[in-house]
């Protein structure tokens, strides 16, 4: 949990992508994570670590 945390406290905080993808699509979080989890390599880490908890 805590390397999640400071991923996404380090990486996804302020990030430019994300910040035009919600101006562009707003409240449509399918199309913001899809982006975060399939195309964005901090996205991807943070899905392998989640993984790990449910393991």
């Known amino acids: 949990m805590n390397q999640i945390n400071v991923l ?8 430019k992508t994300h910040t ?3 101006e ?8 913001i994570d899809t982006h ?5 390599n901090v996205g991807k880490q943070i899905q392998e670590l ?5 393991n």
């Open 20 to 22: 035009e993808l919600v």
């Open 36 to 40: 975060c989890n399939r195309q964005c």
């Open 8 to 15: 996404m406290d380090q990486k996804c905080n302020g990030c």
């Open 24 to 31: 562009k699509y707003g409240d449509s979080y399918t199309k």
């Open 50 to 54: 989640g993984k790990q908890l449910t």
